[in-house]
């Protein structure tokens, strides 16, 4: 089952322009992970942002969570071209497994 | 250089055909993880494994198995019983101890069905 869904579904902005992107998702979490994949590969993790945490920084990303909405944003300041790609959230349950929950992704173009 | 390997790359499967994708990881990751995307699609847990010679099932594991011989491989097979296998597969490993849940990826194989 998908645990976070983002939105908007896809987003495209001019270079330079800031890109967020939001993430909603159903049950209780110790953490919440963002992750980027472009076109054809494997993803790469960007930033994890800990359930008693409510900001972080990393770079020009800017991630926030809200745990009484169940929601997180990422935030992509002075967007470049190199930063299309798609982004995923992903959750890990505080059940067993060590499983990540993965959303269905936000794909980004910035166009020059 | 470390990091997770999967191969092939581009893999064509006949109607009635297993086929076994393979995964292999030297980062000494203990937990291995097999995921189906769709396009334009976000990703769906077929099966993973904590340790050695066990296993367990995902959200899509019908039509698919997996084996876990080894610490570094955890090879994938999609059998026949899997009607619609063609997709985008990734395979992920992650280490335990990491309290941060992060896992790490390999670059994917495209199963297609001619």
């Known amino acids: 089952s998908q645990q976070g869904e983002e939105d908007p579904q896809a987003l495209s902005i001019q270079e330079g322009e800031n890109a967020t992107m939001n993430c909603s998702y159903k049950?209780?979490?110790?953490?919440l992970q963002w992750y980027r994949q472009n076109s054809g590969r494997g993803l790469v993790h960007l930033i994890l942002?800990?359930?008693?945490?409510r900001e972080k920084h990393s770079g020009r990303l800017r991630v926030t969570l809200d745990t009484s909405k169940k929601s997180s944003s990422l935030l992509i300041t002075a967007s470049r071209a190199a930063d299309t790609a798609s982004y995923f959230c992903?959750?890990?349950?505080?059940?067993?497994?060590?499983?990540?929950?993965f959303g269905t992704g936000t794909q980004l173009k910035v166009e020059l | 250089d470390g990091g997770i390997t999967q191969s092939p790359k581009y893999l064509f499967r006949k109607e009635g055909q297993n086929v076994t994708l393979s995964c292999e990881q030297n980062?000494?990751?203990?937990?291995m993880y097999w995921y189906r995307q769709d396009p334009g699609q976000g990703l769906r847990l077929i099966y993973y494994?904590?340790?050695?010679?066990?296993?367990q099932k995902g959200d899509i594991a019908e039509g698919y198995s997996v084996s876990r011989e080894k610490k570094e491989s955890f090879p994938l097979t999609v059998t026949s019983a899997q009607k619609n296998p063609t997709a985008f597969y990734l395979c992920?490993?992650?280490?335990?101890?990491?309290?941060?849940?992060?896992?790490?990826f390999g670059e994917g194989s495209w199963l297609t069905v001619v």
């Open positions: 992920a490993s992650k280490l335990l101890r990491d309290s941060g849940n992060t896992i790490y």
């Open positions: 049950t209780s979490i110790n953490n």
């Open positions: 942002i800990r359930s008693n945490e």
């Open positions: 992903a959750t890990g349950g505080s059940g067993g497994g060590n499983k990540l929950t």
């Open positions: 980062l000494n990751h203990d937990a």
């Open positions: 494994s904590q340790i050695v010679n066990d296993f």
